[in-house]
């Protein structure tokens, strides 16, 4: 899928080697409005953000055709469920087991043992979605009037309707945590464990994790890991903005300990598993790499700091 300001990894990569900014200003197709209502100068203000940079991915034009489901239905579904069954697929695809597993045994329902025994573990925000916002928008304007018309003392006063929310929108896409990893288990016919990871920051890493323990255990023969980042761009400008995490400066080290925050950027990440030796021994001139893990630390409140490289070249 096309990458920030870049239309694949490749161009992408290249970014980042020559140290390029591939981010930009949220527009009118981010937020659904004129960015420039919720844009202010200070931090102070909780009703306004004081940087619209991200990484935005624009022009991703999503081909429902070759699943396992009707693609008007795919067609439906929020752009974060789309970008993960593409990446999945293209995933599948250049690790050489799309053609035999998927392809076109998954378009004549032909079983497979390996889809059999095939797992999905996708990390996700779980905040809101560009398409849960358009269910869930009018149930929150429903909510708040009674009260606004009672401050302004106008019992006639309406509120505008929400970009979005007056065309229909697929109640599947009500599911945020769980949309992007149960889209592709069913799309895919994954029939191991499907399991959406939660966790608010370094995601990816305990999908991995998790998926290693699925193939050492042999409940599953093959795993797709990673994790998603592409929720309403509004809401998470607004909740970074509150929690004052977005970097002020042009130059930051992201993911480094003096790291003076994180710019909001879109973005799907797949990788497809499998243990090594079954690797090796199916793909023998096909170049396979090896994943080294050890046990990342559970995260929770009595834990503040995340996993984080210390330094050029560490590793998690």
């Known amino acids: 899928m096309p990458f920030p300001r870049r239309e694949n990894p490749e161009q992408f990569w290249q970014n980042l080697v020559h140290g390029k900014d591939s981010t930009s200003d949220a527009t009118i197709e981010e937020f659904g409005v004129d960015p420039k209502i919720f844009r202010g100068e200070g931090k102070e203000n909780p009703d306004q953000t004081y940087s619209l940079k991200g990484g935005f991915i624009r022009d991703f034009r999503f081909d429902a055709s070759g699943y396992a489901i009707a693609p008007k239905t795919l067609a439906g579904l929020d752009p974060i469920a789309q970008a993960s069954l593409y990446v999945a697929r293209q995933a599948l695809q250049n690790s050489g087991y ?43 304007q429903a909510g708040i009037a009674p009260a606004v018309q009672e401050l302004l003392q106008d019992p006639e006063f309406r509120l505008a309707p929400l970009p979005g929310t007056q065309q229909p929108v697929d109640l599947l896409n009500a599911r945020m945590s769980s949309l992007p990893s149960q889209s592709l288990r069913r799309r895919c016919r994954c029939r191991i464990c499907t399991l959406p990871s939660t966790q608010p920051c370094s995601s990816s890493l305990y999908a991995v994790e998790l998926a290693r323990h699925y193939l050492l255990s042999g409940e599953a023969d093959l795993m797709l890991a990673g994790a998603a980042s592409y929720s309403d761009s509004l809401f998470v400008r607004m909740l970074f903005s ?75």
């Open 98 to 140: 799309w053609e035999t597993a998927w392809g076109e045994s998954l378009q004549t329902n032909t079983p497979s043992a390996l889809r059999d025994k095939c797992g999905v573990i996708l990390g996700n925000l779980s905040l809101p979605l560009h398409h849960s916002n358009r269910l869930f928008g009018p149930m929150y």
């Open 242 to 316: 509150g929690l004052q995490a977005i970097p002020t400066m042009a130059s930051v080290a992201r993911l480094m300990s003096d790291s003076r925050g994180l710019t909001p950027a879109d973005g799907v990440g797949m990788l497809v598993l499998k243990r090594y030796s079954d690797a090796v021994a199916r793909w023998r001139y096909h170049p396979c790499h090896r994943l080294r893990c050890r046990p990342l630390q559970r995260r929770t409140w009595q834990t503040p700091a995340q996993p984080q490289p210390k330094g050029p070249g560490d590793r998690l």
